[in-house]
Nanobody, 123 residues
Framework: QVQLVESGGGLVQAGGSLRLSCAAS????????MGWFRQAPGSERLFVAH????????YYADSVKGRFTISRDNAKNTVDLQMNTLKPEDTAVYYC????????????????WGQGTQVTVSS
């Protein structure tokens, strides 16, 4: 069982930055690929980024590539999402998720989810 708790959301102006963090419980954190997804009101949950268990491989949605960076610290059981040059269309609830072994773009393949953290970008 893995429990995930996100933090770091908030209100920021367009062009600004935020750093989201996800803290995971459990002793096998490095066995899980970690993903970030987001969901805007009335929309489906969309892939943002994922990172391999070792942290060696990262993948990004085209919409955030070059602006967002995913990273993890397996000693601290955390995964972060650094978001720069934020745009109003980045406004959403952001979720971290854990998937055993390999990451995926598909949310339904993830095993565990956090409760989400709201990110609002004003224009």
């Amino acid at each position: 069982q893995v429990q995930l708790v996100e933090s770091g959301g908030g209100l920021v102006q367009a062009g600004g930055s935020l750093r989201l963090s996800c803290a995971a419980s459990g002793r096998t954190f490095s066995s899980y690929a970690m993903g970030w997804f987001r969901q805007a009101p009335g929309s489906e949950r969309l892939f943002v980024a994922h990172i391999s268990g070792s942290g060696d491989y990262t993948y990004y949605a085209d919409s955030v590539k070059g602006r967002f960076t995913i990273s993890r610290d397996n000693a601290k059981n955390t995964v972060d999402l650094q978001m720069n040059t934020l745009k109003p269309e980045d406004t959403a609830v952001y979720y971290c998720a854990a998937k055993l072994y390999s990451g995926s773009w598909f949310s339904n393949l993830y095993d565990y989810w956090g409760q989400g953290t709201q990110v609002t970008v004003s224009s």
